[in-house]
């Protein structure tokens, strides 16, 4: 692709995202839907004005990076660690129970093989954080109990998820599965998180002693970018997802968190919001990229909508998709209604769940319709997942 293609079809891509995702909000709908539409609108799918290439894949996941170094800012880490077991009940649950029912279903009632049937429970323990993280935004509900639990819940079970798509992987090269593997993986992401926030707390007051002595309109948002993009590095080099990097530097930088053992840093007054303030416009031109390639990831148009097989397989999947991701909500205290919200935005699969399928395909353990099947399970949770949630707020007046 050459240069002034590209630069077209970034243009289709922000131009559709802001269009859709206006049309969607003045609808009453979250704008994320919209934007996912546009991905779906004017990608392979429909009009095929644009493919989805690396290219516009790295924008979509600096776009994501950077969101969750946005939530982690605005993150209220006592809240976050008061929902912590709340949030684990959730993740575990909306985990193993997807991934046994996937695999158990595939195997036994569609009679698939055994490396098919982990592939297919393992994408249905998906969860998108992003796509989570943004419904509950437009809803103005990140702060909230429910909102913290799931976050929680997210994180997690984008961890485990790491884990287990290098499980499956080695499992369909090898033959066989490794536990020091898996094992050395957890380590390392333990190690991360329990260093990256205190290390970026240290770094981020480098940031604020040069902008006080500096006078230069565009330090923060250089540096801080930089500090979000080293940060997603350093996830990805310790077998983390990168966009949890971003999440610990913006947990780094918000105003609530304490280095261990009582040390402080003084002069944090005010640079929280800075940041903030400096970083949104930011977020904002780069988050929308990634939901439209999402929604251009999802290519409709392989679907043979004449197979019986795909349609049973894919109801059955969707079925078990939606109901599984309730089922550690459902047990922790909460009021009912808070429950549902929590399941219901555990269910959104999104790029994460086209991860393990993609993966599934490129290793040649799925079939064209076992693919497609999945596709569209992932397109169903994704795409009205946000819609669904914003009716229940709706009713419930949450």
């Known amino acids: 692709m050459d240069a002034s293609t590209f630069l077209l079809h970034l243009l289709i891509i922000l131009v559709a995202a802001r269009l859709l995702g206006e049309l969607a909000a003045a609808c009453g709908v979250p704008s994320v839907i919209g934007e996912l539409c546009a991905g779906i609108l004017i990608g392979p799918s429909l009009l095929g004005w644009v493919e989805i290439n690396e290219i516009i894949r790295l924008l979509g996941e600096i776009g994501v990076i950077l969101l969750l170094f946005e939530v982690g800012l605005e993150t209220d880490i006592d809240k976050l660690l008061n929902a912590g077991y709340k949030s684990i009940i959730v993740a575990i649950g909306g985990f193993v129970t997807p991934f046994i029912f996937g695999f158990l279903i595939s195997d036994q009632i569609f009679d698939q093989p055994v490396i098919v049937s ?78 990256a926030p205190i290390l970026a707390k240290v770094i981020s007051h480098g940031i604020q002693y040069l902008d006080q002595h500096i006078d230069n309109p565009g330090l923060i948002p250089t540096t801080i970018v930089s500090l979000v993009l080293l940060f997603a590095w350093l996830a990805h080099l310790f077998g983390a997802p990168e966009l949890l990097g971003g999440f610990a530097a913006g947990i780094a930088l918000s105003r609530r968190f304490f280095l261990p053992f009582g040390i402080s840093l003084k002069g944090q007054n005010g640079f929280s919001e800075r940041v903030l303030s400096e970083m949104k416009p930011i977020v904002q031109l780069f988050t929308p990229i990634f939901f439209v390639s999402v929604g251009l990831s999802l290519d409709l148009s392989i679907v043979d909508w004449q197979s019986s097989f795909f349609w049973s397989f894919t109801i059955t999947m969707a079925i078990v998709a939606v109901a599984s991701k309730f089922s550690g909500a459902l047990f922790i205290n909460e009021p009912y209604p808070k429950r549902v919200v929590i399941g219901m935005a555990m269910v959104p699969r999104g790029e994460v769940g086209l991860i393990f399928a993609g993966l599934g395909s490129a290793a040649n353990v799925f079939t064209n319709d076992v693919y497609t099947a999945l596709i569209m399970v992932i397109a169903y949770t994704t795409i009205f997942s946000p819609f669904w949630i914003k009716l229940f707020y709706r009713r419930y007046g949450l």
């Not at 909230?144 to 499956?168: F, H, K, M, N, R």
């Open 118 to 195: 982990l592939f297919v429970g393992g994408t249905l323990t998906a969860t998108s954080i992003g796509i989570t993280v943004r419904t509950l935004s437009d809803l103005k509900a990140q702060h909230s109990t429910e909102g913290q639990i799931t976050l929680g819940a997210a994180v997690l079970d984008d961890v485990l998820g790491v884990i287990l798509l290098a499980v499956l992987y080695e499992f369909s090269t090898t033959g066989t599965v490794s536990v020091t593997n898996a094992g050395i993986i957890m380590l390392y992401v333990g190690l991360f998180f329990l260093l």
